[in-house]
T-cell receptor, first 111, second 113 residues
Framework: QQQVKQSPQSLIVQKGGISIINCAYENTAFDYFPWYQQFPGKGPALLIAIRPDVSEKKEGRFTISFNKSAKQFSLHIMDSQPGDSATYFCAASRGANNLFFGTGTRLTVIP | DAGVIQSPRHEVTEMGQEVTLRCKPISGHNSLFWYRQTMMRGLELLIYFNNNVPIDDSGMPEDRFSAKMPNASFSTLKIQPSEPRDSAVYFC???????????FGSGTQLSVL
């Protein structure tokens, strides 16, 4: 059973556009929601994370929006750049002991 | 800091052979995680250690898989005997404490023929 459901599977965005990736979870005990970025041949790298006591967190061009009642969270990449082209994974855990990852979204930013 | 270091980067072996993957976590990190990544199943947690002690190994697929952490700076994941369905990228990750972000190594691409 997939603990975290992620969509879309792939995304193509024009340079300068906004990339939006969505995730949903079921376990209300989850209290840590990170996003990871993975380039080919590399391991996932922590991009940004949020806890359920806030509804939004912004770091540069990356923003997490969190909706606790809907059990959903999303990643917004503003002013998307070709260098942002990568696979993005959402994840969730209780206390970050055991991260459950989404299936990933392959983002392509077209120049 | 050199980050999480994994070796080898690539491993090609024949079915039935023993495979050992190695990991050096970031100095000072006290939690270590082994993940497996495949196209079909995505990222799966196999086992994690806290202060060198295995905490949860429920993700280890079967008895052919074993993991050890003899000290704070080294861990191994062993597959014996290996099978073609074990082919995947195996990642090691470490964390300064549970609740902080995980830092992943570059992975070991394992191919079992």
């Amino acid at each position: 059973q997939q603990q975290v459901k992620q969509s879309p599977q792939s995304l193509i965005v024009q340079k300068g556009g906004i990339s939006i990736i969505n995730c949903a979870y079921e376990n209300t005990a989850f209290d840590y929601f990170p996003w990871y970025q993975q380039f080919p041949g590399k391991g996932p790298a922590l991009l940004i994370a949020i806890r359920p006591d806030v509804s939004e967190k912004k770091e540069g061009r990356f923003t997490i929006s969190f909706n606790k009642s809907a059990k959903q969270f999303s990643l917004h990449i503003m002013d998307s750049q070709p260098g942002d082209s990568a696979t993005y994974f959402c994840a969730a855990s209780r206390g970050a002991n055991n991260l459950f990852f989404g299936t990933g979204t392959r983002l392509t930013v077209i120049p | 800091d050199a980050g999480v270091i994994q070796s080898p980067r690539h491993e090609v072996t024949e079915m039935g052979q023993e495979v050992t993957l190695r990991c050096k976590p970031i100095s000072g990190h006290n939690s270590l995680f082994w993940y497996r990544q495949t196209m079909m199943r995505g990222l799966e947690l196999l086992i994690y250690f806290n202060n060198n002690v295995p905490i949860d190994d429920s993700g280890m697929p079967e008895d052919r898989f074993s993991a050890k952490m003899p000290n704070a700076s080294f861990s191994t994941l062993k597959i014996q005997p290996s099978e073609p369905r074990d082919s995947a990228v195996y990642f090691c990750a470490s964390s300064v404490n549970r609740g902080a972000g995980l830092f992943f190594g570059s992975g070991t691409q394992l191919s079992v023929l």
